[in-house]
């Protein structure tokens, strides 16, 4: 016979699962109803300045993901065949895979150890040295990492000091703040992400935001084909299919009425594994810098092999002994095969990181039974120096 008990620990606890609230289908039904299926309607105008509202942005253009918004960045900038752009290392492949669609040259920058993001002493060294041998990048892309700010102003000052555009790929931070006001509006442009395990997903899909109205202008117009006005099709500048749908601009609209419960019910889990593991000798949760708070989009932690009786990989692998999923801090881009051309300032940080870090289950819909299922196997597993 098998018991509840057992079927409760057999449950798959997922990384980051998407999270419905109550009127997403609502929207989605209107849109039935109304037959406005295509990537224009009245959901994705609705969730635009629904949008622009929550994070205090003037304009902002729903696109198909957060790849395609961070694409139409790039070529609202004009970045151009062997140009540079900078970018983060520590960060997932979306972030720079634009920057090759451009056929220009990522050039990354590594992490401080306070937020875990750009190193702004690292950016300014690295600007210096380009701007004496007379080739300064085109572009900068800045991202926010698992719900966290990286330290804007010094970075927005050093962007501006050699007027290079600031692009944030805010994907992981919405909800987030940096003293007082959100990641993703301070540079040129900003983008964000509703992939399913963002932390809320219209299933697929992206925002790009900008206080210029020209550039928002001209993202709508390349987001739809590059359409001239013209009765018939006409084409003068090669376009993209990157608007999102009607439908699923519907579920954004839902899921961005409970955008500030998901925050704090991933901050909770944070919290709780915080309390339960965090005088456990060798692991280090991802600190909170001081300017700005975090959504603890995945809840990061690093283990020290040596002090904890084991390593990073023999946790994740207990844990999926007990069917839950976590994963390794994300591989740096500068160590990614396909990036292995590109040149890297620093580094050493984000592979600390990788090497070490784990993100834990951090779903906003995990119950407290799921959490100390996860904080369980982590205390067996030190106990034990292995697995089980
Ligand atoms: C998810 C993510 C993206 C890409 O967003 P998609 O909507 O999946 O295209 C970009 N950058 C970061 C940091 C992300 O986590």
Not at 74 to 95: H, K, M, N, Q
Not at 155 to 173: G, S, V
Request: aromatic share 8%; hydrophobic share 40%; proline share 6%.
């Amino acid at each position: 016979m098998v018991t509840i008990a057992l079927v409760q620990r057999m449950k798959p606890i997922l990384l980051s699962p998407p999270h419905m609230g109550s009127e997403e289908l609502r929207f989605v039904h209107e849109a039935f109803t109304t037959n406005w299926i295509a990537p224009v309607g009245p959901n994705v105008d609705a969730f635009e300045a629904e949008f622009c509202q929550t994070v205090g942005s003037a304009h902002a253009v729903a696109v198909s993901s957060g790849t395609a918004a961070l694409h139409l960045a790039l070529r609202l900038i004009g970045v151009a065949p062997e140009d540079e752009v900078f970018c983060s290392t520590l960060t997932f492949v979306a972030t720079a895979n634009p920057i090759t669609y451009m056929v220009a040259k990522p050039v990354f920058i590594d992490s401080d150890r306070t937020s875990w993001n750009m190193d702004p002493e690292l950016l300014s060294t690295a600007l210096k040295q380009r701007d004496r041998s007379g080739k300064l990048p085109k572009a900068v892309i800045l991202v926010h990492l698992y719900g966290q700010s990286a330290d804007i102003d010094p970075i927005l000052e050093i962007c501006d000091r050699y007027d290079i555009p600031l692009i944030e790929d805010a994907a992981e931070a919405l909800g987030a703040t940096y003293k007082g006001r959100t990641p993703g509006t301070f540079g040129r442009m900003g983008i964000y992400s509703f992939n399913g395990n963002k932390i809320i997903t219209t299933s697929g899909g992206g925002m790009l935001v900008s206080a210029e109205p020209t550039l928002m202008e001209k993202a709508r117009f390349l987001a739809t084909q590059a359409r001239d006005p013209a009765p018939h099709y006409q084409h003068s500048e090669v376009g993209y299919n990157y608007r999102l749908s009607n439908v699923l601009a519907g579920i954004g609209r839902g899921q961005l009425q409970v955008l500030s419960e998901r925050v704090a019910a991933r901050r909770h889990n944070f919290e709780t594994y915080y309390q339960a593991l965090g005088t456990l000798p060798g692991l280090k949760f991802m600190p909170e810098a001081a300017f700005g708070k975090a959504t603890r989009w995945l809840t990061c932690l690093t283990v020290d092999p040596e002090q904890f009786g084991c390593d990073r990989e023999q946790i994740r692998l207990a844990l999926a002994d007990h069917h839950i999923e976590s994963r390794p801090v994300w591989k740096p881009l500068h160590l990614q095969p396909v990036f292995a051309e590109a040149e890297c300032m620093g580094g050493a940080v984000a592979e600390h990181l990788f090497q070490r870090g784990l993100c834990l289950p951090s779903g906003s819909s995990l119950t407290d039974e799921d959490l100390q299922r996860v904080i369980q196997v982590i205390q067996d597993v030190y106990h034990q120096k292995g697995r089980s």
